[in-house]
DNA sequence: CTGAAAGCGCTTACAG
DNA sequence: CTGAAAGCGCTTACAG
């Protein structure tokens, strides 16, 4: 009542219509009603009503969201639907909706195509999976020509102006799972990083990590022999295992292995059927075919970083900022979980 | 419009005014007309609007925390604090208020005189952290007779109807601080369980994590030796020291130490100040004191379960049941974390 | 027991 | 460039 549009118009010697044209920066207002409006505005440091600002407006708020679709090789991008349609369930009473687009994440032309799809369509904030660097910043400069704000998950692209990155801090990730083999193996012990991916261009996430593990030994008295291999661009079973068993051959004194992404439980899988449970093996997310072998000890830690909670908080930044004018945090790390056997039960992926 | 009050009255052939009463169960209504509207309700599945509600009602909502006052030897409550406070800025908007009462966690009295305190305001729904378990059983009672809903943080009670828990599984969180000390222990290696706290009452608290902790090893191939020492009434750190020279001078081959709580800071603290880092110690919450102790590796594990989150989520959960009436889980186990020196940068308390 | 009217704090056409 | 009026979907007195 006494901070409210009405009351500013009536400082202002204006209507309430002529406020909300400055309040949302339309045009059709003289430069001298509206320094006056927005002077009054400050002075009594005016803070509109969400509730009544979306209950009288009839627009709808559109939130679009780009991610990989699921296959069973891509199990992974089931959890952050989830945190996508939670968040939606939380603020569709406020009149937004989130379209959800999905794109293959071994073709690069589907995320071409589905970013075009999003572009055709009035969007109010985007929340994307920006696994192909290039065609991501091509697609954050149509967006940021359009100011639609962008919210990145999973990965983040360098140098680029986005409302904002929820993901995982790549590089400690991996060094955090170097601290975690530590405990498992003796100094002068071989260790093994295996990279498990059908497309180069996501080595670029895998190689952060893979860093981030090197990292960790290159400056610790505890020396080990560290080797790896790239099992690419075959990725099925078969493929796995047959890198796994020439490698293993060659070396047959690998004590701990290391993967860097959700294809840990192909590994799990070789190392069970092969009767090799004694290597350790760390890996990445949290998975039922990983979990599985979490439990029968094939898999010893599991590295994760909630990817429902990300997208959860994704929508959530731009609603934070679509809706609420707030500011959003440029960038949020994910906390970086290490999963056991005894702790998986209360994981919140 | 298909669907509102007002269509609702049309078809009743009501005033909006009526099916306003019996929306909110307020009395002056036909048992004839009552059963009429509820009818066309459910037909129309009628979801209110909680925008238009919320800003329509003048009446402001009340919410009360009741959680241990901070200290310092009890910093830990600075993070259900601020999950409070978080919460309240996201609600507030819907016109809430949170009125928080604080009690000494060394005196009984204070929690049963602030309960009081809370009991004689008109309050929509409560936060409490149930230390004393009668006294918290007795308070919930009262709260039942007056229909107001609690949410229990940090431990339970049990056989009690609350809306909601929302804090660890003590006894799994102590299975997996064994799980984790089993990877630095070698068997026969002996660990010292230690307990330090002022109030026998917390007792219960810090057991289950005991047990827990126990049990792990009890059917285990690794079998260590297991000796426990409780620190108690006085905790400060002459007391811890001092305890702890004895029970180290009697068992010099102490490999490993189990710190129930947070006051493991004051334990690494004496280790290092007696030159003995190199017994291994994981305890509890992720305060600054321990965190300096985790960096410069005195402390190698410390267990977590995001006090602020469980505050948060507690006020939210009030929220969500008393705004919107939705359901609420009875029970939500907070994940348990294990932080190390590489993650505890990205962990959010 | 029930209804008519005003109002919550905004936004939206429409008219000038 | 600006204003008057209606309306978003509810709740709140007030009158009967």
Redesign the pocket.
């Known amino acids: ?1 006494l ?7 009536r400082r ?10 400055v ?2 920066n339309r ?8 320094n006056k409006i927005l002077a009054i505005m400050k002075e009594l440091d ?4 969400i ?9 709808v708020l559109r939130f679009a969201s780009l991610i990989p679709s699921v296959s069973a090789e891509t199990e992974y991008w089931d959890a952050p639907i989830k945190g996508i349609e939670m968040a939606e369930a939380e603020i569709k009473q406020f009149g937004i909706v989130i379209d959800k687009y999905f794109y293959d994440q071994n073709d690069k032309q589907s995320f071409v195509k589905q970013s075009n799809n999003i572009l055709k369509t009035p969007i109010d904030g985007i929340l994307v999976a920006p696994i192909f660097i290039e065609e991501s910043l091509a697609f954050s400069k149509l967006c940021n020509l359009k100011k639609i704000p962008q919210v990145f998950i999973n990965s983040d692209i360098p140098n680029e102006s986005r409302l904002s990155y929820i993901g995982p801090d790549l590089f400690q990730s991996g060094h955090l799972s170097a601290h975690m083999v530590n405990y498992l193996v003796a100094s002068g012990d071989k260790i093994l990083i295996v990279n498990i991916s059908k497309e180069i261009d996501s080595y670029h996430h895998l190689m952060r990590k893979e860093e981030g593990f090197i990292a960790y030994f290159k400056d610790h008295q505890k020396k080990v022999k560290i080797i790896k291999t790239d099992i690419t661009p075959d990725t099925d079973y078969p493929s796995v295992a047959k890198r796994l068993t020439e490698v293993l051959t060659e070396h047959t004194d690998v004590k701990a292995i290391f993967v860097t992404n959700s294809r840990v439980f192909s590994v799990a899988q070789f190392l069970q059927k092969t009767n090799q449970e004694h290597i350790f093996l760390v890996g990445y997310d949290f998975l039922p075919g990983s979990i599985e072998h979490l439990k029968n000890g094939v898999i010893d830690f599991l590295i994760c970083q909630k990817p429902q909670e990300q997208a959860y908080k994704g929508i959530m930044a731009l609603y934070q900022n679509v809706v609420l004018n707030g500011d959003v945090e440029p960038t949020y790390f994910m906390p970086i979980d290490v999963i056991t056997k005894e702790n998986y039960t209360s994981y919140r992926n």
Chains 1, 2 share one sequence.
Not at 3 to 9: D, L, Q, R, S
Not at 27 to 34: D, H, L, Q, R
């Open positions: 009542m901070t409210g549009v009405k009351e500013i118009a202002a010697n204006v209507s309430t219509g002529t406020v909300d044209r309040l949302h045009t059709g207002v003289s430069e001298a009603t509206k005016y803070q509109p009503n509730l009544a600002r979306r209950l009288a407006s009839k627009k």
